[in-house]
Every structure is written in C-alpha cells, then in structure tokens.
C-alpha cells in the first residue's frame, strides 16, 4: 500500500470549523505498509517521544491482523513494525485487536491488546518496552476474565491505582456491558468491578475516563442507540451511577476522551445519528468537543467531513502541553493530528 506525500494534506479545507489556529499538524503515519487494512490506534508519549500502535493485517478478525508500531522520532515517524500476533502454534493463528499503549510514571511503556476469533471469545494479553517503543518483551497472557483496558487508555488515581476501563460484547442475554479492572502493580495483580447499571436497557461499550473536581470521575462510551453515553464515581471508580443516555450523537462507533491539565475536557467522537449521514454511512464526520463540567458540550472542530471512514480515535496530551489524536482513515492508514489547546474556543 503507498501513498503520495500530497494526500497528507489535501484535507485541510474539511479538518476545521473557526479553529484553524488551534490545528498545528495533520498527517498520514506511513506512505506504505505491509497489511491492506489497519484500526483502532492508540498513543503514548514517552521521554523519548510519541509512540503509535493500532492492528492491521488482510481485514479485521483475519488471522493475520498483528499490533504494529510507529515511533516519532526527531519529528519523523518510523517505518511500522509488528510487535505482536496471535500465533499459537504452527497450525494455530488467531488475530490481534485493540492495542492500548500506557506510559508508567518513571517505568516502561506497557501495551495491551487482546486475541482470539472475536470479541466475544478474545482474551488480553500484555508487552511492554523498557526504552520508549523500540523493543518489547515476551507477551503474558492477562488473568483470566481480565481483558485490560479493552480500547481507551487507562488512568493513574492518585492513590496508585491504574484504572483500565472494560467491557464485554454479549450478542445475547446481557448484552454489552462495561466494567473496571485496577492493578497497583503493573498488572501483575488485578480486581475487578460489578458491570456498570446492568439494570439498564442501555447496551454500551469502549469507555474513557474524565476527572472532575471533588476527585469525581466521569465515563464516556458509545452504545448501541443512545449516542453517546456518561456515568459518575465518588468512590475512585469502584462503583458508578446509572447511564445517562445522548450527551453527544453518535453512530455506535469508537471515541475517546482526555482531561487537560487546566480542567478542560475534550471527547473525539463521531457527531452523527444512528441511521447515518449524508452519503450513507456512519463514521463520518469525526468532531472534536470541549466541556468545562461533562454535562454541557460544545462541538468546536470538525476533524473530517468527508465521505469515508474516519473512526476509533485516541486522544492524550503530550509532555509538552499539546494535544494528540489518531484515527482511523478509511482503514488505509491511520491519521495525525496536533492542536494546540491554549486556541481552543477563541473563534
């Protein structure tokens, strides 16, 4: 697969609304790869720069999808690189899915991902890397029913406690749900919540976690048909209040979500209904949206608004103060993008 240096930028005119000066960098990770397809990307930073993994291989659930790579280094991104696959023996593949980078406090890079046929049946496996994303350890398999942070980057409370949000993807009885998973020793050990408002009709995976004033924390998911979907914890995420339905449209597609460090809240997500858009499809336009209080949302950049797949982003801010975002495009490759948050809101 290649792509021309041009298609890196020709999407300037759709990526913002009024908030050009807040977009300092878009781009495409790599001119060529040696998969078709690749999804679901995460991002670190690191001391020693930025780090991108996502999976790809022939097309998502094929036995070939392996967790690839990228390095930032010296402003450039390094070639992709497979780290992880799912092979069992020599008659025995499974494919890789939702690779979850984390950068511990002072420590190593550590790399979630699952394997297996499908969700359902998937199972969490862990890497990590003692210098920044260059090499990485022999896989361990996770506890069983411990899946790790299923797609969004897990949190650090301040008691320690590495907070993984989960869920799991039951095509009949209970439905999705989402759940919690801590460790305080860098998942060699784990606990494990009660799923979250199983009394609800609400079926919802794939959360993030926003922190509040008052040491309160907020979720954000998707779901099936309500779009966007919130809950709160006093308690450190241990326990966590009924869902509240449609904070934000969405089509039943990934999103992510960061707490700044001045307290500003930002969600990447997908601002469509659930029977879709324009052209027919449902992840597409991808919108970025800031909250003071994660109850009142302002969509204030809209990152792609053309016919095409622009989904599953992860978000975070660097070491530097800047803001950082992947996603998927069009399942091709996966797209950069910089914004300086200090511009955001001043139209």
């Not at 993807?169 to 439905?175: C, K």
């Not at 922190?211 to 907020?218: A, P, S």
């Amino acid at each position: 697969m290649k792509f021309t240096t041009g298609i890196i930028f020709c999407f300037f005119s759709s990526l913002v609304q009024g908030q050009e000066k807040a977009v300092l960098k878009q781009q495409l990770l790599f001119d060529k790869a040696p998969f078709k397809e690749c999804h679901a990307s995460t991002i670190a930073s690191t001391p020693a720069g930025l780090v991108v993994a996502y999976f790809g291989g022939t097309k998502e659930r094929d036995p070939d999808v392996e967790i690839w790579v990228q390095r930032n280094v010296k402003d450039r991104w390094t070639a992709p690189v497979s780290v992880a696959n799912g092979i069992q023996h020599t008659k025995k593949r499974y494919p890789c899915w939702n690779p979850v980078l984390y950068q511990v406090p002072g420590g190593e890079l550590m790399l979630f991902y699952k394997v297996g046929p499908s969700p359902q049946a998937w199972w969490g496996e862990l890497i990590t890397s003692k210098d920044h994303g260059k090499t990485w350890s022999a896989p361990r398999r996770l506890p069983e029913d411990i899946l790790g942070p299923v797609k969004n980057k897990p949190v650090l409370l301040k008691d320690g406690t590495l907070l993984c949000a989960s869920s799991t993807e039951v095509t009949s009885g209970s439905g999705w749900r989402m759940h919690f998973e801590m460790t305080k020793d860098g998942g060699k050990t784990w606990s494990i919540t009660e799923k979250i408002d199983t009394a609800s009709p609400v079926n919802a995976i794939q959360p993030s976690v926003l922190f509040h004033k008052g040491g309160r924390l907020q979720l954000l998911a998707r779901s099936m048909d309500d779009g966007v979907v919130s809950s709160w914890s006093d308690d450190n995420g241990k326990t966590w209040s009924a869902l509240e339905k449609e904070v934000l449209p969405n089509p039943n597609s990934g999103t992510d979500a960061v707490t700044l460090g001045n307290g500003m809240q930002l969600l990447v997500y997908n601002h469509v209904g659930k029977t879709g858009n324009q052209w027919g499809g449902k992840r597409s336009p991808l919108n970025l949206a800031v909250s003071k209080d994660g109850l009142s949302w302002n969509s204030i950049i809209t990152l792609e608004n053309e016919n095409g797949e622009f989904s599953y982003p992860a978000i975070i801010q660097g070491r530097d103060g800047l803001v950082y975002i992947t996603y998927t495009w069009n399942r091709k490759c996966i797209k950069f993008v910089v914004i300086d948050p200090s511009k955001l809101g001043k139209r």
